[in-house]
């Protein structure tokens, strides 16, 4: 069945482009997906539009789209039309849709098991996260060869529709690597000044879920020349609430910290710090590209995919102790920090770097049945982030 909102021929100016549906279950999806779609969306032959199907996450997607200036469709809408190609970065709901389904990782690899429920597994390779409703998706993208030879074993009937085109965060990170002291300037670290990026992700095993306790101690044993940037996954500000978790880290901002709002795009913080003090998150692994020392907070066993990136990185970064002084145990990690520890686990994470924008745009022409752009797909340094001190600008307005 056509959609109203894709058909209304007497208002449109190009006809017959591909109709490509970008589906955004999530600010941290969406984010992904953004990447993905600047392959295509300068197409005169192609139309993008987007929708946002329910989700438990999905508090902030609305915002999130209407700040891409994005076409969205309704979901309801969504699952009555006919797409050419639809691209997700999860699972929920895209079995209901009438079109060739690919589906991306959200993250780094797939670092988290799912444990204790009827469907365990590792998150993002289990049978309902690769075959949703049982249907088979026309390709499922991934990273490295090693998450292809897990899918085999974890799903086998869709191990033939896995692609390895690699990984469009580490690309674009590497690329720039070069401007990192562009983007110290533009956050605003001086000169002499030290950036330790505190790095989350979600759920009650986190970083966060010890933020009461750690963050007053960094507060107090972090000398003046430290500036302190928070990165939250974006399921904590969408599950709790912005205003709540607002409120939970007034505390923080109050001692001098800087907390990035969900919408802001924490590659090129993390490219600035001086150290990253992480957990067992996408985001911590991605640190590794950088050359900062990494100082873990823990990573509980039961929640690590064993033999993932993540997995290795628990063995090679040292682990935060209360016993100790936190500069001193900075110190420790920067002067035991050996690139080539590093090096070797953020090669696990693509088995094709610098390559994820030809390969994936040549999929996705692929499926969509017509020939690529004569002129090769660019990977785009990373723009310029705002200044710290300009996320609180945002919480002052908020009334108590």
Known sequence: MSSPALERREWQTLLGCKKILVVVHTVAYGKRLVDVIALLESDFRVQVSFTAPPHVFGDGVAAFLARLGATVIAWDEAIRSRFDLVLAAGPRGVELLDAPIVTLPHGANFLKCVIGTADDGVAGLRRRDVAPGGKSPAAVVLAHSDDLAALKRSCPEVGSVGHVV???????????????????????????????????????????????????????????????????HPNIWAMHGVRQVRAWLARCRQMGMYVIAPEGDWRSVLISADWILGDHGSVTVY??????????????????????????????????????????????????????????????????????????????????????????????????????????????????
């Open 166 to 232: 690699g990984d469009p965060v580490f690309d674009r990170m590497t690329a720039s690597l070069s401007g990192r002291p562009e983007y110290r300037r533009a956050l605003g670290v001086a000169e002499g000044e030290k950036l330790v990026a505190v790095v989350s992700t979600w759920g009650p095993q986190s970083l966060f879920a010890q933020f009461e306790w750690l963050m007053p101690r960094l507060a107090r044993e972090l000398p003046g020349e430290f500036k302190v940037a928070v990165l939250l």
């Open 287 to 400: 640190g590794t590209l950088t050359g900062a020392p990494i100082v873990l907070t823990g990573a509980p066993r039961q929640e690590v995919a064993p033999g993932s990136p993540a997995a290795d990185l628990s063995v090679v970064a040292p682990v935060l102790s209360a016993m100790h002084g936190v500069v001193e145990q900075l110190e420790y990690a920067a002067a035991q920090y050996r690139r080539v520890d590093y090096q070797a686990i953020a090669a696990r994470i693509t088995s094709y770097p610098g390559e994820f924008a030809g390969r994936m745009r040549h999929l996705m022409y692929r499926i969509l049945g017509v020939g690529q752009p004569a002129h090769p797909p660019a990977t785009l340094r990373l723009p310029l982030p705002p200044a710290l001190a300009s996320w609180g600008a945002a919480w002052d307005g908020v009334s108590a």
